[in-house]
Nanobody
Framework: QVQLVESGGGLVQAGGSLSLSCAAS????????MGWFRQAPGKEREFVAA????????NYKNSLKGRFTISRDNAKNTVYLQMNSLKPEDTAVYYCAARRGISVSGSDMDYWGKGTLVTVSS
């Protein structure tokens, strides 16, 4: 089992930046692909970004490329999501997830955090 805890959410003005963190604990000895997802009010959860265990392969939702950056520090068992030029439509609960293997497609995630709320005011 892997436990994931997100942090860093909050209220930010449009155009601002926010950095989310996700700390993993438990069975972190395996190679896990990590990902970020989000769910806006009244909408389905959607893929944001994913990163391979080595950090060499990254995948982003097309519309977020250039504004969001995913990274990880395996020594700290932590994955990050740097969000810049935030827009009100980025308002959502952001979830961290993990899966065994190297796929960064965002599908078939094995473990999920409880989420952290990001609110972008206009």
């Amino acid at each position: 089992q892997v436990q994931l805890v997100e942090s860093g959410g909050g209220l930010v003005q449009a155009g601002g930046s926010l950095s989310l963190s996700c700390a993993a604990s438990g069975r972190t000895d395996s190679t896990y692909t990590m990902g970020w997802f989000r769910q806006a009010p009244g909408k389905e959860r959607e893929f944001v970004a994913a990163i391979s265990w080595s950090g060499s392969i990254k995948n982003y939702k097309n519309s977020l490329k250039g504004r969001f950056t995913i990274s990880r520090d395996n020594a700290k068992n932590t994955v990050y999501l740097q969000m810049n030029s935030l827009k009100p439509e980025d308002t959502a609960v952001y979830y961290c997830a993990a899966r065994r293997g190297i796929s960064v497609s965002g599908s078939d995630m094995d473990y999920w955090g409880k989420g952290t709320l990001v609110t972008v005011s206009s």
